[in-house]
Structure formats: C-alpha cells, structure tokens
C-alpha cells in the first residue's frame, strides 16, 4: 500500500459502515424523462421546470446576455436582468428590496452570516435545513437550538441573553415534515427583544400564501422591517439561484459585506430569465398553487389510507414515515417499480428512527398519476407488514 492509498484509508472504512447502516448514497442519472416514471420526488412544485414559457425566458436570456454572467455582481455580474429580478421578487412578496444569489444555499449562509457575527444571538430550529446550520456555524455568533415549531422557547432564549444584537432563524416550511413555522409567534417573540427574523421560504415561495407569496405573506409579516426573506429560484419558479429579500438597510449590509454575495459569481442570465417568466406566470395564474396543495392533501390521504404514518401538508411535502433507512429504500424501490419516483430520505438528513419517503405534489400531477401512487403505497403498507411480522 502506498502512502497516498493509506491516507485514504479512513474514508474507504467510514464508507463500509456507511454501507452496513444503510446509509451510503448514489448518483443515479435520470433520462430526460424521468425514465418513465411518474416524479413525486422533484421540488418542481408547480410543474414549471419543462414549461415553454420559461425555456422561452432562459433563451431570450442567454441570447441578449451570453450563458454566464461572467464576475461576481459587484463587477460584471449584474446585468438589467438581474436587478429586474431583484425587484420583482421583492414586489411579489411584499418586500422593500431584493438581491439574487447564485443558489439559494447562498443565500442562507449571506444574510445568517452577514446579519448576525460575534457579539450576536441566533436562535435557530432543531430541524431547520443543512443551509440554514451551516449558515449559523459561519456566523461565529452564539447559536441557540429551540425545539421543533417552538415559539416561546424561541421568546426565553431571547429573553436571557447577553448579546446586544440577535436573529430568530426557521424556515417557512420544512424541508421533510412538510409543517409551518409559527411565525406570527415567532415574529411576535423577535420583536419584543429587539432581534430580527430571518424566513427562509424556499418550500413556502409558489405554493403558500395568496397567489403563492410565501408564508411570511399569508401571516401578515410582509414588508415588515425587522423580517428578512430568503428564497430559492429552484423549486416552485423552476429555475436556479437564490434570493435574499428585506429593509433597504439589509440589502445594503449584504452588498457592503455579505462574503457569499461579494466573493460569488453573479446568477447565469438565462436562469434569471427563466424565473422572471415563472413570476410572470403565477402573477396570471394565481390558482396554481392552491392547485398544488391540493394535490399534496390528496397523497398524504392516499397515504393515511393505506395504513402509512404521514402528515397534512402545510405546501406541496408529504412525508411518509418508515423508521429504519432498509425500509425506506425498499419502499422507495416498491414505488420505482410501480412507475413512482419519490424521495427517500435517511439519517443524517432525518433523525435516527425517522426514516421516510417524501412524496412532492405539483400542480400537474394528474389523476392517472396519483392511481399510480395509490397502488404503489398499497403495496409498500403490504411489504411493511410483512418485513414487521418477520
């Protein structure tokens, strides 16, 4: 074994356990169409990922302004088509202001780590998205975890601490159990201690709210000075990129000094172009996301049943909980061989014990598809069964 072959060591042994746990993962390339099978697995909420409209926008895009944007924004990455998105996602929820990030990773870790710092309390939920953690790590700021949906205990970390300056952190509607924030309370605790309130509406942006403006929106919170938004371009608007969205204030601390913006590539045009016309699209078709709950309501019945443990859906995310990663995957493998694509999600991406399919509703799944996924969970309540009775 030679030097170089032994230093990989760790990472072959780390590997094998992964194996022995169930837990090693794989890329599987799909084909163009999905290889055929129905996708309740895709975060293409609304169905807009293959829409001519917003192929049109990409092309239109990448014909005027090239396929990159060719520097960080603070050279030339900022083109009329960028700050035309930044105020158009602003105005679509309510905000003051608005400024595009590459990803909307990015845009978690700009405004957690640019907003807070030494010297600064976060109060962050237990189960808020990787983004989010690492976003609080970066901050080197005193990070508080509150239980799950907790307002007051969001309120009693803000009430004891000794920091001059402090964030409250959630996403609007989490990623796996597919619930709520309370951000009324949450918004309310924030206040009273002077601290803002950081939204990520990435799972809420097209599919919560009135015409889909996010849950911030649908709870009264819009354009409120002590809110700060962050968003994904990828899911519901069917595109790439990120955005962060607040006071003028905020957006001006994020250009000045938000490390993630500065020091960042700008968004590629035809992205951008892509979800300027996704916005064009539910601001002519505000029914779309009521149309889009309505189908995660329908397969979370569908579920339930069948006899699975899953959840009401506050969006388009319907967990459907199988405990152990071995039955998780092979309930995953059931659906595939039913004509079903859906997520299977295991630790550390869901607490020990909580392993599940996460089945997403877009606004296009039709009724053929969801017969499909109706015999798919009959028949993963039936190996369920039977692997317990073993």
Known sequence: MTAGQDALARFRDAAA????AGLRRTLRP?????DGLVDLASNDYLGLARDPRLIDGAVAAAREWGTGSTGSRLVTGTTELHAELDRRLAAFTGSAAGLVFSSGFLANLGAVATLAG???LVVSDQVNHASIVDACR???????????????????????????????????????????????GLHRAARAHRALLVVDEAHALGVVGDGGRGAAHAAGLAGEPDVVLTLTLSKSLGAQGGAVLGAPEVIGALVDTGRAFIFDT???????????????????????????RERARRMAALAAGSGLETAVPAAAVVPVYLGEPAAAVRAAGICADHGVRVGCFR????????????????ASVSEADLTMLETALADVACSTARSLQT
Do not use: M
């Not at 356990?17 to 022995?20: E, G, V």
């Not at 630790?347 to 877009?362: D, F, Q």
């Open 118 to 120: 030494p010297g600064t």
């Open 17 to 20: 356990r992964r194996a022995d």
């Open 266 to 292: 700008g968004l590629n045009p035809p992205a951008a172009g892509a979800a300027l016309a996704a916005l064009g699209i539910l601001e002519t078709d505000p029914a779309l996301p009521a149309r889009a």
């Open 347 to 362: 630790p550390p991406s869901v607490p020990k014990g909580r392993a599940c399919l996460r089945l997403t509703a877009r």
């Open 138 to 184: 970066l901050s080197r700021a005193r990070v508080v975890i509150v239980p799950h949906r907790d307002a007051a205990a969001a309120e009693r970390a803000l009430a004891g601490r000794d920091e001059e300056h402090a964030l409250v952190v959630t996403d609007a509607v989490f990623s796996v159990d597919g619930d709520l924030a309370p951000l009324a």
């Open 30 to 34: 799909r084909g163009s169409d999905h």
